[in-house]
């Protein structure tokens, strides 16, 4: 039996001035079933949350289709329920109130409303606190009122949209502890769970499989499966080598997801492309974060090479650290294999010499290995007065990406050329201009 169902789906979202369609999702298919606890694991711009609305009946699809118990999903889906990032409690209404919204909104009567709702808030831990308003509450009750909210209405499937990534550090582990406890225990009022995260520990911890999506467009990369004894021992070698594997694989988005830590990585195509430089994404780091980076990892020497260990030293998810090693792979600064990263020589050199050798590092790499940053500058070499409107590379980043990113492009690679000194950026006049 197949609870939910997404077969080949794609979508694709119109970019500006109508120059054709950005594809978010392409041939996407997965299926949730009863008794599983399923992980969307991926970089940012691989569609995680994009499918997750899809899989709700909150948006449409461009392409394919997707089915609840066998049937055509038409309209949002009534077998489910959500947990956002954002805590969405309405602040005029008690804990009680916000709790039956949903049951209000299906005309469930009013006595059986506070009967199911005075249940949900008592397994979450907030028998008490009925009454309160949110403004009373902290991040981690507001949350615990948002699971409530969507235990009350006994779904088949409950969505978790990074439901602990606006917690601090030590209130997202108690929930997360308790939610898996819940379910451990067979006490969760749900048949099966889908949880978008960028915590790949996290992932590791409540799944029992962990798929693994690429980016650029949203596409599945293949799915693991996590072959441990429930709960999910942290300490249990396999455990680490999971999570160990799955840093692989997320810092090598070209390799082949093929489900097992002990497999043999296998090689890369490093064909060079005939893709336009514009098309290629920038991480969105600045210098002084790669900069960072790299003095910590030169400080620490081999302590620091396992990338799990880097990320919880630095308290960095997915999200956050893979932009910062993506870049310093980019610029030659360091090399990643097999979940561990190490500093090439340019990076030693880097981490440790002085500001105006660095920056002379810098342009030197962004020159030789960023060819976006080399088109820009041979473009205002080729200018008379050596400046240029920004609006002009904004329009090529316009051909490949939604409006939001093309800015974010634009806003990376004035951050990388203003410190390698390529070129000047005015933010007033919006122009980029040969350095005097």
């Not at 451990?184 to 099966?192: K, T």
């Amino acid at each position: 039996m197949t609870l939910i169902s997404v077969d080949h789906v794609s979508k694709a979202f119109p970019l500006p001035d109508g120059k054709g369609d950005f594809t978010v999702l392409n041939d996407v298919s997965l299926t949730v079933k009863p008794g599983e606890v399923v992980a969307l694991l991926g970089r940012s711009g691989s569609g995680k949350s994009t499918l997750l609305r899809i899989m709700a009946g909150l948006i449409q699809p461009s392409a394919g289709h997707v089915l609840s118990n066998g049937q055509p999903l038409r309209g949002t889906n009534r077998n489910l329920a959500m947990v956002f990032q954002s805590f969405a409690l309405l602040p005029w209404l008690t804990v009680q109130d916000n709790v039956e919204l949903g049951l209000a909104a299906r005309n469930v009567p009013r006595d059986e409303r506070r009967e199911r709702a005075l249940k949900a808030i008592d397994i979450v831990g907030l028998d008490g606190f009925e009454n309160a308003y949110p403004k009373e509450l902290s991040g981690g009750m507001k949350q615990r009122v948002g699971f409530a909210r969507a235990f009350v209405l006994e779904p088949e499937v409950l969505f978790m949209d990074e439901p602990f990534s606006a917690l601090d550090v030590l209130t997202a582990e108690n929930l997360r502890g308790e939610i898996d406890d819940l379910w451990n225990a067979g006490s969760f009022p749900s048949s099966s769970i889908l949880i978008v995260t960028h915590n790949i520990e996290e992932a590791v911890f409540l799944a029992d499989r962990v798929v693994i999506l690429g980016a650029n467009p949203g596409r599945i990369r293949g799915e693991i499966s996590i072959n441990l004894p429930r709960p999910h021992d942290r300490t249990h070698p396999r455990f680490k080598a999971l999570v160990d594997y799955v840093y692989t694989v997320m810092t090598n988005p070209d390799i082949a997801v093929t489900g097992e830590p002990e497999a043999e990585r296998p090689s890369v195509d490093t064909a060079p492309s005939t893709m336009s430089p514009f098309a290629r994404p920038l991480p969105h780091v600045r210098v002084g974060g790669i900069s960072g980076l790299l003095e910590l990892m030169h400080e620490q020497g081999d302590g620091l090479r396992d990338i799990p260990l880097l990320a919880e030293r630095l308290q960095l998810e997915v999200d956050d650290l893979l932009p910062l090693l993506d870049a310093a792979v980019l610029l030659g600064f360091a090399e990643v294999a097999d979940g561990d990263v190490r500093l090439t020589p340019a990076g030693q050199d880097f981490a440790t010499t002085t500001i105006l050798r660095s920056k002379d590092l810098f342009r030197q790499q962004v020159l030789e290995r960023v060819p976006v940053m080399g088109s820009i500058l041979n473009t205002l070499q080729k200018k008379a007065d050596g400046s240029l409107r920004s609006d002009f590379f904004l329009d090529i980043w316009d051909d490949y990406f939604p409006t939001e990113e093309a800015e974010r492009q634009l806003a990376t690679a004035v951050d990388w050329g203003r410190y390698a000194e390529l070129f000047e950026f005015d933010s007033g006049e919006g122009r980029l201009t040969l350095p005097s």
